[in-house]
């Protein structure tokens, strides 16, 4: 029977202790290096490609809508009173000014949580130099960049919800006719979503509140920034569907 010898024999220096073989090295895979402490930039890139995952899903839902907004706008109804095919679409009276107000309140609020986040990455780029011992870069003030988008956010759904209650007072409802359902049903969409952004916001001042690791919160902000900005682009596409695609 034909037997294996190794060819170069595995001398004691090469065991572990007690004449074990030696332990391989424990790599740090995707969630942490050679000392053991998180990867926080392996961390940020799966969470932006899940941010680009919701919202290529957050697209087709809206694209899904224009889509039965613009047909049903071109198609007639069948009257069993007058048994022929009528238009029903109707007209809706927007508030124009108010929800331009609205669509201000969401882009300056773009601007700031788009500050929120290079702050953010400005803050964890220096947090290796700040933990070494015997360095400081002194006191440094920080703007409320964070607190400002939540309000200005909030500010934006209640303008929202302002603007429902001005359709409401133009006699204006969400049975009134399909195009008024269309303009709850498409806001109303962005708003839940929106809303979502403002919970991530929260969570963020949460971690900063629990004096959790400054990478850790700037991955919440940056994908929260760029969904934010999303927000603000589907917003201003929504305005205009509604405003000239009547």
Not at 126 to 134: D, Q
Not at 155 to 176: D, K, M, P, S
Not at 209 to 233: C, G, N, Q, S
Request: net charge positive; aromatic share 10%; with cysteine.
């Amino acid at each position: 029977m034909a037997t294996y010898t190794p060819s170069t024999p595995i001398g004691s220096a090469q065991l572990g202790r007690g004449g074990a073989p030696p332990v391989p090295p424990r790599g740090g895979g995707d969630d942490g290096n050679s000392s053991g402490s998180p990867n926080y930039g392996a961390r940020l890139r799966r969470a932006r490609l899940g941010l680009i995952c919701a919202v290529a899903t957050v697209c087709m839902v809206f694209i899904s809508l224009t889509s039965a907004y613009v047909v049903r706008q071109g198609l007639p109804t069948f009257d069993d009173a007058s048994r022929n095919y009528v238009r029903d679409w109707g007209e809706v009276r927007l508030p124009f000014l108010l929800l331009a107000i609205n669509t201000v309140l969401l882009l300056v609020s773009s601007i700031t949580i788009e500050a929120a986040r290079r702050d953010a990455a400005r803050q964890a780029a220096l947090a290796p130099v700040k933990a070494i011992p015997g360095i400081s870069l002194g006191d440094e003030k920080r703007f409320p960049w964070l607190g400002i988008t939540v309000v200005l956010g909030l500010g934006f759904l209640l303008g929202q919800w302002l603007a429902w209650g001005e359709l409401h007072n133009r006699g204006f409802y969400i049975n009134t006719n399909p195009n008024s359902s269309f303009v709850f049903l498409l806001t109303a969409t962005h708003g839940v979503h929106l809303a979502g952004g403002i919970i991530a916001l929260l969570w963020a001042a949460i971690t900063s509140l629990l004096r959790k690791p400054i990478e850790a919160r700037r991955i919440v902000i940056d994908v929260t920034a760029w969904y934010w900005h999303f927000m603000a682009f589907l917003w201003i596409y929504i305005f205009a569907l509604l405003a000239f695609a009547r």
